[in-house]
């Protein structure tokens, strides 16, 4: 018998032809064993295992356990590994594709931007090249709005945008003004800006509405997920659809517990929905998704009773054999990062025309606004003008911070350029952004200008800032943000309250 098959003799030739036979490279690490010679046959049966346990491949496995990350940790997802090894079987794909889309045909909700979208406008071929442009643009202004926003706050948004700017052509030829305007009030200004620049680029460069998700990407402010609403719903393109409720829905159906945020697990959300949509109805299977996510597969309480996909559910699954296990679970809990605090000094300032007089209001007062940095939080929107102050900031130090603001942007010396009617302290108010909480502390400045309203038409700082004057009809009817809006009124209740009697007589100053 050949000496390589006797395992009760082992010479170092032997070994070295058994590490050579299993693949391991001869190293350093191998060279104790190499030198020992001729040893008993315990040692080299113990060599053999130490070799063959080394090169074994440890098989993998999802995960089903339920942690937390942080949101601002850049640590890798544990189960990324894992999540690439997932995928539909061709019968699940058929069968969730059938059974979302019957769904769908029998409990989609009535919205305006799908009757535009779905092609049947009365007296217009649903196959016309202007036609399909029209749906396009319909889909890429809701979706816009859409995203963050609530579909019942939108409809009204949607409907008064469509009767201002019924094509492209038309909204390319507004201003960012006329749009922040009309999108007052739904928030994230910035996705009104990208559309009105998108709307002109395109314009620009031959009025041809891109078709696919490639084209669509190079518009400004067109992402992945615009662009694939947009390609799918318009133009036919079978190309995935990825959102919150997308995520929700895949996660649970896959039981996936890795980080939902991490980069690589985002790109696996959108590889799974891929394979889900349907070639011949891509569309319709996007929104049937979506929906699906926000009307059924909700968040905190799904209602898995009447749910067309359960027999495809593995967090179900999961949650009918185990009962620390829940279906809402999946998809996991990221811990969101921090809001930050900051707080401002809110001025309103108000100027008085016309001769002094004792009247302490007066209806020919116009408020001064400013225009925010055209970058960064609420680029390019009017305000009344404001400082940041640090949190213990008191009432003398914010108004000595708002006066060297009026002097420095407006050459405004409350001492020499201007009398004060009137200074009043109106109270605090707390605004919520996505990751800022501001604390504003409001007052109402009442001036009367010295030469004339002339004093305000230089503009010092106009490079980095401009400014205009408005008088209450104008302002009430400015597309300002809810937080504006919200000081406005807050000035509005206190003249009020001021200006009622009391025994049977109207005030007559307020402090100063």
């Given at each position: 018998?050949?000496?390589?098959?006797?395992?009760?003799?082992?010479?170092?030739?032997?070994?070295?032809?058994?590490?050579?036979w299993?693949?391991i490279?001869?190293?350093?690490k191998?060279?104790?064993l190499?030198?020992?010679g001729?040893?008993?046959?315990?040692?080299?049966?113990a060599a053999a295992?130490?070799?063959?346990?080394?090169?074994?491949k440890?098989?993998r496995?999802i995960?089903?356990?339920?942690p937390?990350?942080n949101d601002?940790e850049e640590?890798e997802a544990?189960?990324?590994?894992?999540i690439?090894d997932?995928g539909?079987s061709?019968?699940?794909?058929l069968?969730?594709?059938?059974?979302?889309?019957?769904?769908y045909?029998?409990?989609?909700?009535?919205?305006?931007?799908?009757?535009?979208?779905?092609g049947g406008?009365?007296g217009?071929?649903?196959n016309?090249?202007?036609?399909?442009e029209?749906r396009a643009?319909a889909v890429?202004?809701s979706?816009?709005m859409?995203?963050?926003?609530r579909?019942q706050?939108?409809i009204?948004?949607?409907?008064?945008?469509?009767?201002k700017?019924?094509?492209?052509?038309?909204?390319?030829?507004?201003?960012l003004?006329?749009?922040n305007e009309?999108?007052?009030?739904?928030g994230?200004y910035?996705?009104?800006r990208?559309?009105?620049?998108?709307?002109?680029?395109?314009v620009?460069?031959?009025?041809?509405?891109p078709?696919?998700?490639?084209?669509?990407?190079k518009v400004?402010?067109?992402?992945?997920?615009?662009?694939?609403?947009i390609?799918?719903?318009a133009?036919?393109?079978?190309v995935?659809?990825?959102d919150?409720n997308?995520?929700r829905?895949?996660?649970?159906?896959k039981?996936?517990?890795a980080?939902?945020?991490?980069s690589?697990?985002?790109?696996?959300?959108?590889?799974?929905?891929?394979q889900?949509?349907?070639?011949?109805?891509?569309?319709?299977f996007n929104q049937?998704?979506?929906?699906f996510?926000a009307?059924?597969?909700?968040q905190?309480?799904?209602?898995?009773?009447v749910c067309?996909?359960?027999?495809h559910c593995?967090a179900?699954s999961?949650a009918t054999?185990?009962?620390?296990?829940?279906?809402t679970?999946?998809?996991?809990k990221?811990?969101?990062?921090?809001?930050?605090?900051?707080f401002?000094a809110v001025t309103?300032?108000?100027?008085l025309?016309?001769?002094d007089?004792t009247?302490?209001?007066?209806?020919?007062g116009?408020?001064?606004l400013?225009?925010r940095?055209?970058?960064?939080?609420?680029?390019g929107l009017?305000?009344f003008?404001s400082?940041?102050?640090?949190?213990?900031?008191?009432?003398?130090?914010?108004?000595?911070?708002?006066d060297?603001?009026?002097k420095?942007?407006?050459?405004?010396?409350?001492?020499?350029?201007?009398?004060v009617?009137?200074?009043?302290?109106i109270g605090?108010y707390?605004?919520?952004f996505?990751?800022?909480?501001?604390?504003?502390?409001?007052?109402?400045?009442v001036?009367?200008?010295k030469?004339g309203?002339?004093?305000?038409?230089?503009?010092p700082?106009s490079?980095?800032?401009?400014w205009?004057?408005?008088?209450?009809?104008?302002?009430?009817s400015?597309?300002l943000?809810?937080?504006?809006?919200k000081v406005?009124?807050m000035?509005q209740k206190?003249?009020?309250?001021?200006?009622?009697?009391?025994?049977?007589?109207a005030?007559?100053?307020?402090?100063?």
């Amino acid at each position: 018998m050949p000496c390589h098959s006797q395992p009760t003799r082992t010479s170092t030739s032997n070994i070295f032809k058994l590490i050579a036979w299993r693949g391991i490279p001869c190293s350093s690490k191998y060279s104790p064993l190499l030198s020992m010679g001729s040893k008993k046959k315990t040692n080299a049966a113990a060599a053999a295992a130490s070799t063959t346990t080394t090169t074994r491949k440890r098989p993998r496995r999802i995960t089903r356990t339920k942690p937390k990350y942080n949101d601002n940790e850049e640590e890798e997802a544990p189960t990324v590994s894992d999540i690439e090894d997932l995928g539909f079987s061709r019968n699940e794909t058929l069968e969730i594709r059938a059974s979302l889309l019957e769904w769908y045909d029998l409990n989609q909700r009535d919205l305006p931007w799908r009757r535009i979208s779905s092609g049947g406008v009365e007296g217009k071929d649903g196959n016309d090249e202007e036609e399909s442009e029209r749906r396009a643009y319909a889909v890429w202004v809701s979706e816009v709005m859409l995203q963050q926003t609530r579909v019942q706050a939108v409809i009204g948004y949607f409907n008064r945008w469509m009767q201002k700017w019924p094509t492209l052509g038309h909204l390319a030829r507004a201003s960012l003004e006329e749009v922040n305007e009309m999108w007052a009030g739904l928030g994230y200004y910035r996705r009104a800006r990208y559309l009105l620049e998108g709307a002109k680029k395109i314009v620009e460069g031959g009025d041809i509405f891109p078709k696919t998700v490639a084209a669509l990407r190079k518009v400004p402010g067109i992402g992945d997920y615009t662009a694939g609403a947009i390609a799918s719903i318009a133009f036919k393109e079978a190309v995935p659809v990825v959102d919150g409720n997308v995520v929700r829905v895949v996660a649970r159906l896959k039981a996936i517990s890795a980080n939902p945020k991490h980069s690589v697990t985002i790109k696996n959300f959108w590889k799974l929905s891929g394979q889900l949509v349907d070639p011949s109805r891509p569309g319709d299977f996007n929104q049937a998704l979506m929906e699906f996510g926000a009307t059924v597969c909700t968040q905190l309480s799904p209602s898995c009773s009447v749910c067309p996909v359960s027999a495809h559910c593995s967090a179900l699954s999961l949650a009918t054999k185990q009962r620390s296990a829940q279906v809402t679970d999946y998809p996991i809990k990221v811990v969101k990062s921090k809001q930050r605090h900051d707080f401002a000094a809110v001025t309103v300032v108000e100027i008085l025309e016309g001769q002094d007089t004792t009247e302490e209001f007066q209806l020919d007062g116009r408020f001064l606004l400013v225009k925010r940095p055209e970058e960064g939080l609420l680029a390019g929107l009017w305000e009344f003008p404001s400082v940041l102050v640090e949190v213990e900031a008191d009432l003398a130090t914010r108004r000595h911070a708002i006066d060297q603001f009026l002097k420095k942007s407006f050459k405004l010396d409350l001492k020499k350029s201007c009398s004060v009617v009137s200074r009043e302290d109106i109270g605090e108010y707390v605004h919520v952004f996505s990751h800022i909480r501001l604390k504003m502390f409001v007052e109402l400045l009442v001036i009367r200008l010295k030469g004339g309203k002339h004093v305000l038409h230089g503009k010092p700082d106009s490079k980095t800032m401009a400014w205009k004057s408005v008088d209450s009809k104008a302002l009430s009817s400015m597309g300002l943000t809810s937080g504006v809006r919200k000081v406005y009124s807050m000035i509005q209740k206190f003249k009020q309250d001021k200006s009622k009697p009391i025994n049977g007589k109207a005030t007559k100053k307020m402090t100063s």
